[in-house]
């Protein structure tokens, strides 16, 4: 790959050139993501956010999985930080497909 193709794929995986596609959907794992969040769905197995961005593993959707030790303070920090319109940051552990599984998360008040 020359050297310009490296920084045009780097561009386009950064959002600084709309029209170069990133080839990368995963980066590496575990990682933070930041964002808005703009729904919540609660199912059986877990509680799924979903953020204005994508992440690591490609998708929009964090999963926040019920069998988590946090599972209670994790979900009620999100639902305030959601209320409040506040941004959060989301701790991505595991992909499956474009979901992001997620262990931790923080928000700012």
Do not use: H
């Not at 920084?7 to 990133?22: I, K, Q, R």
């Not at 409040?84 to 923080?106: A, H």
């Amino acid at each position: 790959m020359t050297r310009l193709k490296m920084v045009l794929l780097l561009a386009g995986c950064l959002g600084l050139a709309a029209s170069t596609p990133c080839a990368y959907a995963q980066t590496s794992i575990p990682a933070w993501q930041t964002g808005t969040i703009t729904a919540i769905y609660a199912d059986p197995s877990d509680v799924v956010i979903i953020l204005n961005v994508n992440g690591p593993c490609g998708g929009n959707n964090f999963d926040i999985q019920r069998s988590n030790t946090n599972f209670s303070e994790y979900t009620s920090l999100m639902y305030t930080a959601a209320a409040e319109g506040k941004s959060v940051g989301l701790y991505v552990t595991s992909c499956s497909g474009t979901r992001n599984f997620t262990t931790q998360g923080m928000s700012n008040f």
